[in-house]
């Protein structure tokens, strides 16, 4: 009983790890694809934000300068998003593929030049990353049963960036939900015409969601590389950004469901690798490969409205013009 | 895409605007290439000489090719019914596992003559598959087609590790790759080929499947344009409400539309398995579906124009492998850059420079006002 | 943008030192490509009145509506508003110089409540709490004031058609506007929500809204304007005070010359029916019926005229009779076929049957622009042998038959290779009907076969049909343009809400009566949504 509690709360430890990327990358989704720009370069943003930050924790030893220069970098790859698809109408879908393109080449081409360790950044010292804080309290209340343990190894001992990712959903619904700039940022979303003509610009407004979506991917990447790992190595994100996609899909493009799809996805994984090798009974040995992959085999039983039905946004993938 | 904003002559829409695309790419990959550390002209001249300058590489260049072809031809057509099929890794990849176990079960027993149209017929069927059901979920569940083939290409990888690891590795070995085809599993290379018309060339593993990725070229160029059903496929992509109102049923041409994409795509598996690696195993299609957006693109959706941008990928492939060995901080991810780049210049900012472009060309030949679009001329966007 | 031209003051302006006019244009120019759409145009409205602007589709109202709001910029002219010039570049501006507009279609967010569309771009602060209890009591003021109940909680999607013009107009008087656009706003008005849309703008008027009514229905121009402009061909050719003119006279003012009696007429030479329709009925995936248990013969030989407001189920009936939408209830006799919701048949078989069929929209149906003109001369007969080799398309006898068809109905420019978008609407138009009459049908349905045609064209597609009917082709017409109707058919049904409310024969069809059967207003609700009444 006590070892399958604490089993329990090792791998709901190890799953809001996993899930912290997802979790940033799904509300960054969220901003850019409410308002009418599709996002599929979650993925690249996310990788190079990723290099960036480890580049520059190595280089200067600075955690904060590299949490500066990721998100500079991700916001840099959506503001180049916007101009191909706000300013000049250009395919969504094109863009960011090309943007995933891009920076699968590009972190591992100047990976190679700079460092030259086959792609990868040089470890880090645990000054130049984000490193666990231990909460308040947390060595006080280690010997209360059942909640010290929750407190102490559940919700304490997570870097900076963990924390950051938990605040991200609720200040995403507020924003979304509660403020002036998201209201008009759901409705450009669905009506960008109904937007332009109340005197408000879908171009400025669509640029400062994909901004805002920068912003958030830049602080992904910069955990994967110097906050959960200690450099970075060649297509460290590793599909993460799809599956961001799919938990906000999943998650029909609402913040409390996308961030519920994240934690789902985020204890598969977790699962998976705990389970590796172990056999269920009744089942026998479930390949791992399997679990990593029901993430994707879930959102496309949910698109294809056999659970519920995912609804996009109505203007979701097409550029607006103003004389069509 | 969204259509070029004024008027300009085809030989400016379909000629140089492509082109200058192509060079603003190239353009920003020299600048990458001096930001290492590196001379861009040396680097071309490299990767120029590595590609077509002597014999093993342009055998070399082919073999990317006729993968490129495939997946080029493989996005094109689907692009014609007005779908965006970003599945055609994980297409690639199934079609392989086709092709490999059609070989795996009939190796021993069969010619290579009743081999050859079955390793085709492997590669297409599965392949067709793997994109028949984000087809179907398209046409009659509502899902849409790009994001249900992103998640395909994800479940492909997992089947195909499953499926190696547990099922189909060579007992007795450590990596995930089943046995040998026989002699008559194996398509013959192109050296092999000369070799026999008394020719010597470098071995390279270009192979028969070049062939018929050219075949395939003719074949989508005559089912696009030539026939009643491609006729169909492209009313259905350009306006399906009309499509209907001539009687063409959209969800059977999505459905045949991805079939025809995903065996396509699906011959990557025919080249690389039964042409390269007489075997199966993890990770053949090394990117070549997502390259096929580029050459597709690239080649605006026209077989002509997917057989040179497989040419110019196909260089850019075989030259940058050559300028990553004789350039110690130069790897082959730069092709992967550059190929990013292309798809950057030439799919989502395709009408960049077409405002540009117009203005000079009006100024040159000056504006003939009678020929003068209906539309509006501004093309700035409101930003 | 606003520079001052000169020009004679062709405005009409009150007499003595009058205040300045609530709106005030000037020589107002915008060209698209090679086309004029505003040609120095003029106007001035007094405040507080209520003035239409009438035209033929394509005439400019639009665009010059367009321009007043800041979606287009004026090559060149002067607005003034109250007197005073104001540069309008964006909506935004049309906005802070009071005016509002209530788009033909509206320009609301689906999925949200009523007073979020309403406060959507006039927040009073970053946060919403306060912007949703500011918005909500103005809402209920403007309800109470105006007339204008809506409940601020209803989401839009969940809301009948008179109910989100409501919203347009409270979103534009949230605004503060003092001078209210309304874009044909009740082209998709049942005759009581039009009543009502009256009985508000009468009330914005006492309160001293100025409202600017673009239509081209001159039942409603006469029945509730002060003043009326009349624009053709993008200028503005006549500015009349309401009391002062007539229905008759604005019509001649709009198409520029004397209405003619129609297409001569032969002898009636009607046979045997050529499609029978019984029971038809169409209910939308929200149990709503579009069309309802609709029944009539269709002979050999006559042209039935479908008459009715916009939106009343004709498009529906054409889609279901042409096999593009199934019915739900009901059959049809075609050839001897029956078709009914068992046994239903589909656009090529409908076609087989030889019916043959020119939509109401032919760039979004009848053909595809980016396929050449030969292509397009096809489309619906991509599978016919006669353009098929056994597997490949003969494209010499396509080409062939392209030819055949431009030379026979003068398409312009005879060239099969161009691209369908780049020839004008006129001869779109004729490359359809002539691929759809070269079949020698025995039915034919038509949707508005001259909307936004050019004159010459409409007298050729006119001839056209009556030359078909004479050859014994039973034609189905439906047109909004009610002299349409009255020059061409043999016999005339009214559809309203989805049924046939009326039927009569053209010579004793009536104007008036025509009029008051489209808006149902025949049994006895009253309704100034008419159509000019002779």
């Not at chain 3, 009150?14 to 005030?24: H, N, V, W």
């Not at chain 3, 109470?144 to 989401?155: K, S």
């Amino acid at each position: 009983m006590e070892d399958a509690f604490i089993f329990a709360v090792l791998t709901l430890n190890a799953t809001v790890r996993v899930a912290t990327p997802l979790i940033l990358c799904s509300m960054a989704g969220l901003f850019s694809e409410r308002s009418g720009v599709i996002d599929i370069s979650l993925e690249g943003k996310m990788l190079g934000a990723a290099f960036i930050a480890a580049s520059v924790a190595a280089a200067t030893g600075s955690p904060w300068l590299a949490l500066a220069a990721g998100i500079a970098t991700a916001v840099f790859l959506a503001l180049l998003h916007g101009f191909a698809c706000i300013t000049h109408h250009g395919n969504q879908v094109v863009s960011g593929v090309a943007l995933n393109i891009l920076m699968s080449g590009l972190t591992v081409v100047l990976g190679i030049a700079w460092f030259h360790r086959g792609g990868q950044t040089p470890s880090l010292e645990s000054s130049e990353r984000f490193m666990p804080i231990s909460l308040p309290l947390a060595d006080v209340l280690a010997d209360v049963p059942v909640l010290g343990t929750l407190y102490g190894r559940l919700i304490s001992g997570h870097n900076l960036l963990v924390y950051v990712a938990f605040l991200a959903v609720p200040l995403a619904w507020w924003v979304l939900y509660r403020t002036r700039f998201g209201l008009r940022l759901r409705a450009v979303g669905e009506n960008p015409k109904a937007v332009d003509t109340a005197g408000i610009s879908v171009a400025w407004l669509r640029y400062r969601a994909v901004l805002i979506c920068g912003l958030l991917t830049g602080i992904a990447g910069t955990y994967l590389s110097i906050a959960n790992n200690a450099a970075f190595v060649r297509d460290m994100t590793a599909g993460q950004g799809y599956i961001a996609l799919a938990a906000l899909i999943f998650g029909k493009w609402r913040p409390w469901t996308a961030f519920g799809a994240c934690l789902l996805f985020g204890l598969l994984n977790a699962v998976a690798i705990r389970l590796q090798g172990v056999p269920i009974p009744g089942i026998g040995e479930v390949p791992v490969v399997f679990i990593q992959a029901l993430p994707y085999v879930l959102t496309v039983v949910l698109l294809a409205g056999f659970i519920g039905k995912a609804v996009a946004p109505k203007a979701i993938g097409e550029p607006y013009m103003k004389e069509s | 895409m969204s259509a070029p904003p004024a008027e300009l002559p085809r030989w400016i829409d379909i000629g140089l605007i492509p082109v200058i695309n192509i060079c603003l790419a190239l353009l920003v990959s020299g600048l990458i290439i001096l930001a290492i550390g590196e001379n861009p002209w040396d680097a071309l001249v490299i990767m120029v000489r590595g590609a077509l300058g002597y014999g093993e590489g342009v055998g070399y260049t082919l073999y990317y090719t006729t993968n490129f072809i495939f997946t080029g031809l493989a996005v094109a057509i689907a692009f014609h019914a007005g779908l965006f099929n970003i599945g055609g890794e994980g297409q690639a990849y199934i079609g392989g596992l086709g092709v490999g176990l059609v070989m795996l079960a009939f190796d021993s027993y069969l010619p290579f003559v009743l081999l050859l149209p079955l390793g085709i017929l492997a590669g297409a069927l599965f392949g067709a598959a793997w994109a028949a059901i984000p087809a179907w979920l398209q046409a009659y569940r509502g899902s849409h087609v790009v994001i249900t083939t992103i998640m395909f290409n994800f479940i492909a990888a997992a089947v195909m590790v499953y499926l190696m690891v547990n099922v189909l590795i060579k007992p007795g070995q450590m990596s995930p790759e089943s046995r040998e085809f026989t002699e008559a599993g194996q398509l013959p290379f192109i050296h092999e080929m000369l070799a026999g018309i008394g020719i010597t060339v470098t071995p390279t593993p270009l192979n028969l499947s070049i062939v018929w990725a050219l075949i395939c070229c003719v074949g989508v160029w005559a089912f696009i344009w030539r026939t009643r059903w491609g006729y169909e496929l492209r009313a259905v992509g350009h306006n399906e409400a009309a499509a209907v109102y001539a009687g063409v049923r959209p969800r059977h041409i999505v459905v045949a539309a991805m079939c025809i994409s995903g065996a396509l795509a699906g011959f990557v598996g025919f080249n690389e398995i039964m042409g390269v690696h007489h075997r199966l195993l993890l990770n053949f299609t090394a990117g070549y579906g997502f390259t096929g957006i580029a050459v597709s693109l690239m080649g605006r959706n026209h077989p002509v124009g997917v057989v040179l941008a497989s040419l110019l990928f196909g260089v850019l492939y075989q030259g940058g492998a050559e300028l990553a060995f004789e350039v110690p901080t130069i790897t082959r991810e730069l092709v992967v850059t550059i190929q990013g780049l292309v798809i950057l210049f030439s799919g989502a900012l395709a009408y960049m420079s077409t405002p540009w472009v117009t203005r000079l060309y009006r100024l040159f030949v000056g504006w003939r006002a009678d020929t003068a679009a209906t539309a509006p001329t501004t093309t700035t966007g409101e930003a | 943008m606003v520079t001052k031209i000169g020009g004679e003051d062709a405005v009409v302006t009150p007499e003595g030192e009058p205040p300045p006019a609530a709106i005030e244009l000037r020589g107002i120019n915008k060209t698209f490509g090679t086309v004029r759409a505003n040609n120095d145009v003029s106007m001035a409205v007094r405040a507080g009145a209520i003035h239409g602007i009438v035209g033929e589709n394509g005439a400019g109202k639009s665009t010059l509506m367009s321009i007043l709001y800041g979606f287009y910029s004026a090559d060149s002219g002067v607005i003034r508003v109250g007197g005073k010039p104001v540069a309008i570049r964006s909506p935004n501006d049309a906005i802070a110089a009071g005016i509002g507009m209530v788009h033909q279609h509206f320009m609301l967010v689906d999925n949200f409540t009523v007073l979020e569309n309403v406060m959507m771009g006039a927040e009073s602060g970053p946060l919403l709490r306060e912007s949703i209890q500011k918005a909500r009591g103005a809402l209920i003021n403007l309800a109470e004031e105006y007339g204008l109940h809506v409940d601020p909680d209803a989401v839009i999607a969940d809301l009948p058609v008179g109910a989100l013009q409501r919203v347009e107009i409270l979103k534009a008087l949230y605004r503060d506007a003092r001078i209210l656009i309304l874009d044909e706003p009740t082209g998709v008005l049942t005759p009581q929500e039009a009543v009502q849309l009256f009985r508000i703008l009468s009330a914005l008027k006492e309160r001293g809204v100025t409202v600017i009514l673009i239509t081209h229905k001159l039942g409603e121009v006469m029945a509730i304007t002060d003043s009326v402009s009349v624009m053709r061909r993008g200028q503005m050719v006549a500015e009349r005070a309401t009391a002062e003119t007539s229905a008759e006279e604005l019509a001649e003012l709009m198409v520029g010359r004397k209405l003619k009696a129609g297409v001569s007429r032969q002898t009636k030479n009607v046979g045997d029916p050529a499609l029978i329709v019984e029971g038809l009925s169409l209910r939308d995936r929200y149990g709503v019926a579009r069309i309802d248990d609709i029944g009539f013969e269709l002979r050999a030989g006559e042209i039935l005229g479908i008459a009715g407001v916009s939106g009343n189920g004709q498009s529906e009936l054409l889609e279901v009779l042409s096999g593009i939408t199934p019915m739900t209830a009901g059959r049809i006799v075609v050839e001897g076929r029956e078709v009914n919701v068992a046994k239903p048949a589909r656009p090529d078989e409908m076609r087989a049957l030889r019916l043959a069929h020119v939509p109401e929209d032919r760039q979004r149906r009848g053909m595809v622009t980016a396929f050449t003109a030969r292509e397009s001369s096809i489309l619906g007969y991509q599978r016919d042998s006669a353009f098929n080799g056994p597997l490949f398309m003969d494209y010499a006898a396509i080409d062939g038959h392209c030819r055949d068809l431009m030379e026979r109905f003068d398409v312009r420019p005879p060239l099969p290779d161009i691209v369908s978008s780049k020839m004008s609407g006129g001869n779109q138009q004729k490359l359809i009907l002539a691929r759809e009459i070269d079949r020698d049908p025995k039915v034919l349905l038509v949707g508005q076969p001259t909307r936004g045609v050019d004159i010459g064209a409409i007298e050729f597609i006119h001839q056209q049909l009556c030359d078909l009917r004479d050859r014994g082709c039973a034609i189905l017409l439906v047109s909004v343009e009610l002299d349409e109707i009255l020059a061409l058919s043999d016999r005339i049904l009214v559809m309203f809400e989805g049924r046939i409310v009326g039927e009569t024969p053209v010579e004793e069809a009536d104007r008036s009566l025509l009029g008051l059967m489209m808006t149902n207003a025949h049994q006895g609700a009253t309704s100034a949504n008419t159509e000019p009444v002779a």
